[in-house]
């Protein structure tokens, strides 16, 4: 289906750094989600978004509902090794059926040491 | 959050044969679930939408005689595909979300599918 746009496409930080990525839609969108992925396993949600202008927490993970709706972004404050693994965004549009995403392309993060 | 489990994790298979892979909501139901298809490096693309009850929405692309779809149950979804060919190598995984919320969606572990 058609993906979002999702950038950056890979980051290389050092342990304790924050990270930043986001990801934009030519289309509004009703639900934003934040998935990460590690090898081997399937996407994992971190964080849901609901409402335009929603900013929502998990932990070390923020992450917010643009108000034009076709926009989001997510924070990884002081990152650790764990932290390793590909993020996606995902989010559905006011066009699309209940439940079903558009994916963005992934953000890889590497956390060294 | 809610549970979604796949089975088998891995398979290996011969060209020309069968497989079904399994998608099971475990602590809710899911009147509607999800298959995808990943290939190493890239995102997860969708290949159709599984409804309990009725025929599958296959998208545009996906061949619906290859990849066969069965939701039997609200807990309880399958993807067979028919005479597998190397090509058919993949990651795929489901997903799920409950049915009043279902604009959230839980993936499962996913299934490692190599075909000789």
């Known amino acids: 289906g058609q993906q979002l746009n999702q950038s950056p496409q890979s980051m290389f930080i050092q342990e304790g750094e924050d990270v930043s990525m986001n990801c934009t839609s030519s289309s509004i969108f009703n639900t934003w989600l934040w998935y990460k992925q590690e090898p081997g396993e399937g996407p994992v949600l971190l964080i849901a978004?609901?409402?335009?202008?929603e900013l929502t927490s998990n932990g070390r993970l923020t992450a917010q509902f643009g108000i034009t709706r076709k926009d989001s972004f997510l924070n990884i404050s002081a990152s650790i090794p764990s932290d390793v693994g590909i993020y996606f965004c995902?989010?559905?549009?006011?066009?699309?059926?209940?439940?079903?995403?558009?994916f963005g392309a992934g953000t890889q993060v590497v956390v060294t040491p | 959050g809610a549970v979604v489990s796949q089975h088998p994790s891995r398979v290996i298979c011969k060209s020309g044969t069968s497989v079904k892979i399994e998608c099971r909501s475990l602590d809710f139901q899911a009147t509607t679930m999800f298959w995808y298809r990943q290939f190493p490096k890239q995102s997860l693309m969708l290949m159709a939408t599984?409804?309990?009850?009725?025929?599958?929405?296959?998208e545009q692309g996906v061949e619906k005689d290859k990849f066969l779809i069965n939701h039997a149950s609200l807990t309880l979804s399958t993807l067979t595909v028919t005479s597998a060919h190397p090509e058919d190598s993949s990651f795929y995984i489901c997903s799920a979300g409950e049915d009043w919320e279902q604009e959230t969606q839980y993936f499962g572990p996913g299934t490692r599918l190599l075909v000789l």
């Open positions: 995902a989010g559905q549009s006011t066009t699309d059926s209940w439940g079903k995403l558009q």
């Open positions: 978004l609901y409402k335009a202008g």
């Open positions: 599984s409804n309990e009850g009725s025929k599958a929405t296959y």
